[in-house]
């Protein structure tokens, strides 16, 4: 469903990953990694339903789960001694440091599954092309060219099946040298076509002048709000992270949760950025199942 | 600009660069730093490509290679690290040279993704790709290259190199002291899966290249594409 925070600028949703993939990497505090996993959780679902989500979960979880276990088998460190498996001392610490890190990674993965629905290969052109023109266009053509690759293929596929060489029931060996002749055909013909392609490029003024988007996203004032709140709350959240408010140790002593007025301040600027696009699709959900038509 | 404007706009981009990587480095936060780090190992490449004059046959030539690499990647997604896209990666290099093998490599990585999904991954795979390609470019007029056996044991040996790069990802941000064991369970426990990469260069290689390079060096010196400046 393309609405509410997928139809942001794109720049905006940019700069949104850009913040919470850093603050992913760089918050080790426990109670920030919990609310950001809910917040891209409920991101996900709010998006496709959880589709997207599904589908990668088990893996994620599987590295995450691989993580946190062998962190304490690896490292010693700390001062609070649990007990003690093949000689080696298993402490409290690097038990927490093992699950606050599988929990970062795991919030990197699923922002990760998130950012992929929302910055579309389109977005992700149109936020390149000022940067690097050449490197955009060259990403859009190889893009153009997958599908007509696989095209292709199927028709190569056809004529030899035509003229008898793909028998189904041939044996291996067989089948596996026309295989590569499908393959070799696929290329002489496709690098072939690239040139033409580029010759009738070249004609109709390729690298004339400056090329313009074809696409473009106008900055409407839903989109100035929002950049606003996003630059008030992000410069909290950068300032707060350089001056360590919310910096948890774990080593060489498990610190224990300390509530002081400017943690609060930072943890309330980072959730309002972190539920940006939760609220903005919400809203979205919201009017549609209330608008009530006036006619 | 002029040239002095040019120097300090750069200068004060490759200071803010640096004392950023000081700080990222003087927190011990190695995962930032290191994508960081990753980004600056592959600017230099992409820079040349956006200010060299290019004719539009070389710049769609490496965009089809790109392309071919990146759709093998696909129907091979299922088995890990099984793929032909190292492999036409290196025929394009020794053929085309290395900063066509780069480009290539990491755009393959780049389109690929966007049907397999981002990650944290992708500028890894940009760059190892990239890498095998480029590495590939550079000794492809030794005698070593020239040979089956040469080129064999270069894709055997990047298949391991490849996936002990791309251990390197998570490795670094996320132990807590990295330690010789730590890498080395690391590498043990993706053994099975380098071997594999491994070992489906060495069955493409030996199969295919001959054929593959016969096939790019018709196309490049019917069209005279990506010689002189790149020899």
């Known amino acids: ?295 | 600009m002029g040239k002095m404007k040019r120097m300090l706009y750069f200068g004060s981009l490759a200071a803010a660069i640096v004392v950023l990587a000081v700080v990222l480095w003087m927190d011990k936060y190695y995962m930032p730093l290191s994508f960081l780090m990753i980004g600056l190992a592959m600017l230099p490449f992409y820079i040349r490509f956006e200010r060299k004059t290019m004719k539009a046959e070389e710049i769609l030539l490496i965009a089809m290679l790109g392309a071919i690499a990146a759709v093998s990647r696909v129907p091979f997604a299922p088995l890990p690290s099984v793929q032909p896209t190292s492999f036409v990666i290196m025929m394009s290099a020794l053929v085309f040279g290395p900063e066509v093998g780069f480009l290539v490599g990491s755009i393959a990585a780049v389109v690929s993704n966007i049907f397999l999904g981002q990650g944290p991954w992708t500028p890894w795979q940009m760059f190892c790709w990239g890498m095998i390609g480029f590495t590939a470019g550079l000794l492809r007029n030794t005698r070593f290259m020239k040979s089956l056996w040469g080129k064999n044991i270069f894709g055997f040996s990047w298949g391991f190199l490849f996936g002990w790069i791309m251990n390197l990802w998570f490795l670094i941000g996320m132990y807590d002291h990295l330690s010789w064991k730590v890498f080395a369970s690391a590498y043990v426990a993706s053994f099975y899966f380098d071997l594999a990469h491994a070992l489906s260069n060495v069955f493409f290689i030996s199969i295919f290249s001959a054929i593959w390079l016969k096939i790019l060096l018709r196309v490049k010196s019917k069209y005279g594409l990506l010689d002189s400046e790149l020899a």
């Open chain 1, 1 to 295: 469903m393309i609405h509410g925070f997928s139809t942001l600028h794109p720049r905006l949703c940019f700069a949104y990953f850009a913040v919470l993939l850093l603050a992913c990497m760089m918050y080790t505090h426990p109670v920030y990694s919990v609310l950001t996993l809910i917040g891209i959780v409920v991101l996900n679902l709010s998006l496709d339903g959880g589709r997207a989500l599904k589908k990668g979960i088990k893996g994620y979880l599987i590295i995450a789960i691989i993580i946190f276990v062998s962190n304490p088998l690896f490292s010693s460190r700390g001062a609070t001694i649990l007990g003690y498996v093949f000689d080696r001392p298993i402490t409290l610490e690097s038990i927490a440091y093992g699950a606050l890190f599988a929990l970062s990674l795991l919030n990197i993965l699923l922002a990760f599954v998130a950012y992929n629905l929302v910055i579309t290969p389109e977005k992700l052109l149109y936020l390149l092309t000022p940067i690097a023109p050449r490197t955009a266009f060259i990403i859009t053509v190889t893009l153009r060219f997958v599908p007509l690759l696989t095209r292709r293929l199927k028709q190569i596929m056809t004529v030899q099946r035509v003229l008898g060489y793909l028998h189904p029931r041939a044996n291996k060996r067989h089948l596996m040298r026309e295989g590569m002749e499908t393959l070799h055909t696929l290329i002489s013909w496709s690098l072939e076509e690239a040139l033409q392609t580029a010759s009738s490029m070249r004609a109709r003024g390729y690298g004339i002048g400056k090329r313009t988007s074809s696409v473009s996203y106008p900055m409407d004032r839903r989109d100035i709000l929002v950049f606003w709140i996003m630059v008030v709350t992000g410069a909290n959240i950068v300032i707060g992270g350089l001056f360590g408010v919310n910096r948890f140790q774990v080593y060489p002593r498990l610190q224990s949760l300390e509530w002081s007025p400017q943690l609060w301040l930072h943890l309330i600027c980072y959730l309002i950025f972190v539920f940006i696009p939760i609220v903005m699709n919400g809203k979205e959900e919201l009017l549609w199942r209330t608008i009530k038509s006036k006619m």
